[in-house]
């Protein structure tokens, strides 16, 4: 009867759900918490649940409690892509300069880059080839790092916002590359 309950939960949350990326946390108290995870069918469910009776738990704890599971899941995602970003340097697919980043994000190379949130880095990039040309910003300019990181979207890649301290050489970029550059 409450895997009944659990499945039309999840029934009832496709449609709100569907298209989305984003984290989904489950707050609940066992077995019903367990139940509702196995039979779950939303890929984002976050790893760790709010646990307690969520009727004795007022909207404000609920609250203060959702950023701590963010938190965590945000930290593991980010522990996940360095180790990746590792594996991808051995590999060739991994850059920090942003010289060589741009040209490969013009082209629809990167896969997924790390982004200095408080990174100012004033200039242009080439729209055909991607070449970097550093200079002063000025009111019909973005940076540098912006207009990677809107090639990188408009390919169909990941962009994500990070402190300094989160990117691999403390780069203002850090590009994890879908295939290895051509030599030559």
């Known amino acids: 009867m409450m895997r009944t309950y659990a499945r039309r939960i999840d029934q009832a949350l496709r449609p709100f759900l569907k298209r989305l990326e984003v984290p989904l946390i489950l707050a609940a108290s066992e077995p019903i918490a367990s139940i509702l995870r196995s039979v779950n069918s939303y890929p984002h469910l976050a790893p ?21 599971v ?67 910003a000025g009111p019909d300019r973005y940076g540098i790092v912006e207009a990677i990181a809107r090639r990188v979207w408009r ?7 990070v402190r300094s301290d989160d990117i691999p050489g403390r780069s203002p970029v850090a590009a994890i590359l879908r295939y290895a550059p051509a030599l030559g």
């Open 155 to 161: 390919t169909g890649g990941r962009v994500l916002a």
């Open 48 to 68: 760790a649940t709010i646990a307690g009776n969520v009727e004795a738990i007022s909207d404000a704890a609920l609250a203060e409690r959702a950023p701590v």
């Open 70 to 136: 963010l938190d965590e899941l945000y930290a593991n995602q980010l522990r996940q892509l360095h180790e990746l970003y590792e594996r991808r340097v051995s590999e060739g697919r991994a850059l920090l300069d942003i010289a060589e980043v741009a040209p490969a994000a013009t082209y629809g190379a990167v896969d997924t880059m790390l982004v200095d949130i408080d990174a100012v880095v004033p200039g242009s990039v080439d729209e055909r080839i991607g070449a970097v040309t550093f200079g002063e």
